[in-house]
């Protein structure tokens, strides 16, 4: 399902602060000129609201081919300033250590960008940082994909200090030219499997020097509140049930990793995004295993053991409990019920 990227304004419109920020380097846009990707005057959006990821990364390339600076994008993200991500923003400046800001990230990053994945794991004694769009549109990224993880990397480098230490820097975009990353002459490799970087496990507990336990907590509990972007599509946990439900009739996998590449996602990030609503994948799944029971049972005289095994019971005995906790019912009663309508 192709679906349209969106981004807070304030990430948009920080841009034309960039380039005034930038006014004595070569290739500026003439001056009274509306800058690519900057609304005209007496269009400009309110803040909090959306604007798709296409235009923005599009402003990144013609401002990047525009200045004739091929890492713009790692160059905006440094000058970035995070509070423009607003309560995020903020979180991340208040998290008490480097581990608790990157969880943070990636839990409420939704809350800022909708179709894209940002995700930390760590690997032996290296943690690892990726960013990915994920809303299938057809459109240059090489400098959203450059400033989106520079972000993350540059609030890294600086709650670390002279401690901070980056194994690796990549890309999965080719390199226009070879060149060294400007902050600190690091050489990412391009064409790389992902965009995104990694560095020792031990610096997660470097503690943050401007920490605010207070205020994290309650900008927590203010972003737990909070939806995801809403892209004009249906709810992920709609579009989950309906690969649930798809996967049924196909009488193929509904693990979550088989749905989750239904639907174009990982299944590490399709559980986030599915608790970003409130729900569990086991929740969904078991919803729409009720809804074909009901639907089989219902409409069709086909015997409970065949429906219990094409719902992946391996016992008639099992179908019927997770039935009757569900319903207050058994199949039995439920067929004969809706017999007599």
């Known amino acids: 399902?192709?679906?349209?990227?969106?981004?807070?304004?304030?990430?948009?419109?920080?841009l034309g602060e960039y380039l005034d920020a930038?006014?004595?380097?070569?290739?500026?846009?003439?001056?009274?000129?509306?800058?690519?990707?900057?609304?005209?005057?007496?269009?400009?959006?309110?803040?909090?609201?959306?604007?798709?990821?296409?235009?923005?990364?599009?402003?990144?390339?013609?401002?990047?081919?525009?200045?004739r600076v091929p890492d713009l994008g790692l160059r905006f993200a440094e000058r970035f300033d995070l509070r423009r991500l607003g309560?995020?923003?903020?979180?991340?400046?208040?998290?008490e250590t480097l581990h608790a800001a990157l969880h943070d990230y990636v839990r409420h990053y939704p809350k800022v960008q909708s179709d894209t994945a940002v995700d930390f794991e760590i690997r032996g004694g290296t943690a690892?940082?990726?960013?990915?769009?994920?809303?299938?549109?057809?459109?240059?990224?090489?400098?959203?994909?450059?400033?989106?993880?520079?972000?993350?990397?540059?609030?890294?480098?600086?709650?670390?200090?002279?401690?901070w230490h980056l194994d690796t820097l990549s890309f999965s975009h080719p390199a226009q030219r070879q060149r060294r990353f400007a902050s600190g002459g690091f050489t990412p490799e391009f064409s790389a499997g992902q965009n995104g970087f990694s560095f020792p496990a031990e610096l997660l507990e470097h503690p943050?020097?401007?920490?605010?336990?207070?205020?994290?907590?309650?900008?927590?509990?203010?972003?737990?509140?909070?939806?995801?972007?809403?892209?004009?599509?249906?709810?992920?946990?709609?579009?989950?049930?309906?690969?649930?439900?798809?996967?049924?009739?196909?009488?193929?996998?509904?693990?979550?990793?088989?749905?989750?590449?239904?639907?174009?996602?990982?299944?590490?990030?399709?559980?986030?995004?599915?608790a970003a609503e409130g729900q569990s994948f086991r929740n969904l799944r078991s919803e729409a295993l009720v809804s074909m029971a009901c639907l089989w049972l219902a409409s069709t005289d086909r015997p409970i053991t065949d429906i219990a095994l094409d719902l992946g019971f391996s016992e008639v005995s099992a179908f019927s409990r997770f039935f009757r906790n569900r319903l207050g019912l058994s199949p039995i009663r439920y067929r004969q019920q809706e017999g007599r309508r």
Do not use: W
Not at 87 to 95: D, E, I, K, N
Not at 150 to 160: A, D, E, T, V
């Open 1 to 14: 399902m192709v679906t349209k990227a969106q981004l807070i304004t304030s990430v948009g419109s920080s």
């Open 22 to 67: 930038r006014g004595d380097e070569r290739g500026q846009p003439t001056p009274g000129q509306p800058t690519p990707g900057q609304p005209t005057p007496g269009q400009a959006p309110r803040e909090g609201e959306t604007i798709p990821l296409s235009e923005f990364a599009g402003a990144l390339e013609r401002l990047a081919a525009a200045t």
């Open 87 to 95: 309560p995020l923003g903020y979180l991340m400046q208040s998290a």
């Open 128 to 163: 690892v940082v990726t960013y990915e769009v994920r809303d299938g549109a057809n459109y240059e990224r090489a400098q959203d994909a450059e400033f989106s993880t520079g972000i993350i990397l540059n609030y890294s480098r600086r709650l670390c200090g002279t401690a």
């Open 208 to 274: 943050n020097p401007r920490a605010d336990p207070g205020l994290a907590a309650i900008l927590r509990t203010h972003l737990g509140k909070l939806p995801p972007l809403d892209t004009g599509t249906s709810p992920i946990s709609e579009q989950v049930q309906a690969a649930i439900v798809e996967a049924l009739n196909d009488d193929q996998d509904t693990s979550i990793e088989a749905i989750a590449a239904r639907i174009g996602r990982s299944a590490r990030v399709l559980q986030r995004v599915v």
